[in-house]
């Protein structure tokens, strides 16, 4: 056989001799015209993670295919290949016709257009957005979801009325309402705030939009900002009626907006949030005060001190709580007296929440005040213990896991009597052994706005104590945003954002990375404003 008929012959049966190795692209090109189903999945599957670009075209011809599951599985290579070129061939690839019927044909090309929207979302062309407009009126669940999903990626404001409508009405599935209030949060556009405003205090069925909502408010910025204080205020009555109706309590009202300004910072907010320290009315009056003075203590209003530390006698234990770390943030010793007087008040709850924020923010004298209060503590205890009709022995065997929680506390004081001021010290102390000395250790390093403390705090943000973890990131913020922290904003992003990808699907995580997730999108703010400047 002559050398030419040979390659002839190779290039009819196997379209090219290197590709019969199934490990090189081309040997799945050729599979992508088989007759058979499942080589024509597996070929654009094997050739989405070979990840070359220009076999987009050819497995978007699938996207023709009369079977959805091909159709499906060629919709996810070409979101992952990023050839926005192909856009047009995945919006003529949606059926639009298919009812919510459970038959094995219907469900599969609903699957099919599901991860179309995935893949348009992907690619992130707003030549996709009228599609995935009509694609938010499909009958599948799933599909309305990831089509509300991508428009928010695709940040169209074309997307907005739309999407207001979903997020606001009653009959929305409150998950997919949660979506579309994410995405009108990416979208950033101050039309949407007044839905976003109203959907912080709704709730259906017992479920609440208010962590969706804050956080589109807070990625919105200012033009969000200005209705809330206004509310905060009493200055928006409209909105006050609107809640008396919806059967909003006037507390859950002002306990958010203070929660929610307290996030985004602005200072403009500081008269109105000391106001609701002495707010009355109601049931829930306190929530609106430790919400107040959270929100004061993360913006670090000093003049908050004093008006909090009157507070500190409150004997409802998480409100004191609440109280005690907004001290804390703020970081004002002169309140100190005021805490160590109210440890020896109240409930073991509220005693203990109170000398964990005095651990937090005393030094080598409360040190002493505590071990005094310590040492007194299990008679104590035992008498409110029994007090409450449970039997002595019972009591007893309750003690030694008190006695552990005082120590901890104990020992952040001790760190803070060996390190005082010597911020070389506190460095030292962000890698000891015990998370509740590395809490304290975040929190001097934040207060005393030093920005050569960055570099370690980044190192230790990925914290499995999550109190350190809560204390380093704020402590963080507070240094990023001084003049020293900027040029290393970039870098804290990076890491930041790492970290965050690394913890998905960790619930352990999740409360403390809503404060990360905050912080990285001041992080992206800052970035953004000093590139257009």
């Not at 290039?11 to 189903?37: H, M, Q």
């Not at 000391?274 to 430790?290: A, F, M």
């Not at 109240?346 to 005393?362: F, K, P, Q, V």
């Not at 299990?378 to 309750?398: F, H, I, P, Y």
Request: glycine share 6%; net charge negative; aromatic share 6%.
């Amino acid at each position: 056989m002559s050398k030419l008929l040979a390659v002839g012959l190779c290039a009819i049966f196997v379209a090219g001799c290197g590709e019969t190795d199934p490990n090189k692209p081309g040997y799945w090109v050729g599979k992508l015209t088989s007759k058979r189903i499942q080589e024509r999945i597996e070929a654009a599957n094997r050739l989405r993670k070979f990840k070359d670009i220009q076999d987009a075209p050819k497995v978007a011809a699938l996207l023709k295919d009369d079977d959805p599951r091909v159709k499906e599985a060629a919709a996810e290579a070409v979101g992952e290949f990023g050839d926005k070129s192909q856009v047009p061939a995945l919006i003529d690839a949606i059926d639009y016709t298919v009812g919510a019927s459970t038959d094995r044909e219907s469900r599969a090309i609903n699957e099919a257009n599901k991860q179309i929207a995935i893949a348009l979302s992907e690619l992130g062309d707003k030549r996709a957005t009228p599609a995935l407009l009509k694609l938010t009126r499909s009958h599948e669940t799933y599909v309305r979801l990831e089509a509300v999903r991508a428009l928010g990626q695709l940040r169209d404001p074309a997307a907005l009325d739309t999407l207001m409508d979903i997020a606001t009405d009653e009959n929305t599935e409150p998950f997919i309402a949660k979506k579309a209030v994410i995405a009108l949060g990416w979208i950033g556009d101050p039309k949407a705030v007044p839905a976003i405003e109203r959907m912080l205090f709704k709730e259906r069925k017992g479920i609440s939009f208010y962590p969706e909502s804050s956080f589109a408010v807070f990625e919105i910025g200012d033009a969000a900002t200005t209705p809330l204080l206004e509310l905060l205020d009493g200055r928006d009555k409209a909105m006050e009626t609107w809640a008396q109706e919806n059967h909003i309590l006037p507390e859950a009202l002002f306990a958010k907006t203070a929660q929610v300004l307290g996030d985004i910072g602005d200072p403009r907010a500081t008269k109105g949030l000391i106001s609701k320290l002495n707010y009355t009315g109601g049931d829930y009056q306190l929530l609106v005060r430790s919400a107040a003075a959270e929100s004061l203590g993360r913006m670090r209003i000093k003049e908050a001190a004093e008006p909090i530390a009157k507070l500190m006698n409150e004997d409802e234990a998480n409100i004191r709580e609440a109280y005690g770390r907004a001290l804390v943030m703020i970081g004002d010793p002169k309140v100190l007296p005021q805490m160590v007087a109210a440890a020896q008040k109240g409930s073991w709850d509220a005693r203990e929440a109170t000398i964990h924020a005095i651990s937090n923010l005393g030094g080598a004298k409360e040190l002493a005040d505590v071990q005094k209060i310590a040492d007194g503590e299990q008679a104590r205890w035992l008498k409110e213990c029994t007090g409450n009709d449970n039997a002595a022995e019972d009591c007893q065997k309750v003690w030694p896991k008190h006695k552990d929680i005082l120590d901890q506390h104990l020992a952040r004081l001790k760190a803070a009597a060996e390190c005082r001021d010597n911020q070389t010290c506190w460095l030292g102390k962000l890698k000891d052994p015990a998370g509740p000395v590395r809490e304290r250790a975040a929190w001097e390093l934040g207060r005393t706005g030093k920005p050569d403390a960055i570099q370690p705090l980044l190192a230790a943000l990925q914290d499995d104590f999550l109190a350190a973890r809560y204390a380093e990131c704020l402590s963080l913020g507070w240094l990023l945003e001084s003049e020293g922290g900027k040029p290393q904003i970039k870098q804290a992003d990076e890491r930041v954002n790492a970290i965050l990808t690394s913890d998905q699907g960790k619930t352990y995580y999740i409360r403390v990375d809503e404060d990360l997730k905050r912080l990285a999108t001041r992080l992206e703010k800052t970035m953004s404003k000093s590139e257009k400047a």
